[in-house]
């Protein structure tokens, strides 16, 4: 099951962005604050079923606060439909919740009628609801594109994506190079953080994941606020906005206004 990767500091990150208090999410969510609390300093793991509503209650895109690196299964599809398996017995109309339980689970395929049933509850198609089936039972199956819809933004939420995003946005098509993006990352930062090599897997999407001091030393390589690496996919356009009107207007940086918002999103150039 690919689960989703859930990381405590990316919400908390988005939370404060939103300005929400930790008890204003646990009301959204309905759990104690204690919990929300566990949650963003690693203390504690939400269930897979309560990301969409956590996702909802801090305004962020589930693909984007919590993503999946591969296709959904069908207890991905009822998790991301913030279901247990308990509750999907009223959409199969069976006593118990056993025919999703052992679909989930490689054994038995669902009936014709729940494939339907449970397409329209997850808000999937029917077609989506038999290829995560399949994945289930062990099939490689590539992801299922619904007609006339983009594809689930995986790709473009990955390192080497959002590299691609400043590459097309802000570079005009050509970034610096891999060893010119290290060198600046690192004077940056202060410390040696980056090879032209980590750059370049980054890039290409050979290596997916980064630590924090990576992604940071990238961010400033790239002149970015350190919170476009880590993830708050609906603040992206927002945040190459401001790099493109910080670097379309050099004037502009000693504006008051727009140097305390620089700073508030983490421009910052260390020592």
């Known amino acids: 099951m690919p689960d989703r990767i859930f990381d405590g500091r990316k919400l908390r990150d988005c939370r404060v962005l939103r300005r929400l208090s930790q008890g204003d999410v646990a009301a959204a969510v309905g759990v104690k604050t204690n919990a929300i609390s566990r ?13 969409p509503g956590i996702a909802q209650a801090v305004e962020a895109d589930l693909d984007q606060l919590f993503p999946r690196l591969a296709p959904p299964n069908l207890a991905d599809l009822r998790c991301d439909a913030g279901m247990t398996q308990s509750d999907t017995a009223i959409y199969t109309r069976t006593v118990s919740p056993m025919p999703v339980r052992a679909a989930e689970n490689g054994k038995r395929t669902l009936s014709d009628d729940a494939v339907t049933a449970l397409a329209k509850a ?11 089936q399949r994945r289930s039972f062990g099939h490689d199956v590539p992801a299922v594109t619904p007609e006339g819809e983009p594809p689930t933004p995986w790709a473009a939420q990955s390192l080497a994506g959002k590299i ?6 802000v570079y005009d098509g050509t970034l610096p190079t891999d060893e010119a993006l290290a060198s600046a990352g690192n004077r940056r930062i202060g410390r040696f953080v980056l090879t032209a090599d980590t750059v370049r897997d980054l890039r290409q999407g050979t290596v997916r994941v980064a630590s924090d001091e990576v992604l940071d030393a990238l961010s400033l390589a790239f002149v970015v606020p350190l919170a476009y690496f880590r993830g708050d996919a609906h603040e992206i356009d927002r945040l190459i906005a401001l790099v493109m009107r910080t670097r379309a207007f050099p004037q502009a940086r000693s504006d008051s206004s727009l140097a305390a918002s620089t700073e508030e999103l983490g421009i910052v150039e260390r020592a």
């Not at 949650?39 to 990301?51: D, F, I, K, N, V």
């Not at 997850?122 to 995560?132: F, G, N």
């Open 164 to 169: 691609k995003h400043l590459r097309e946005q």
């Open 39 to 51: 949650w963003e300093t690693g203390q504690a793991t939400p269930s897979q079923e309560r990301l």
């Open 122 to 132: 997850y808000k999937v198609t029917r077609s989506e609801l038999l290829a995560a």
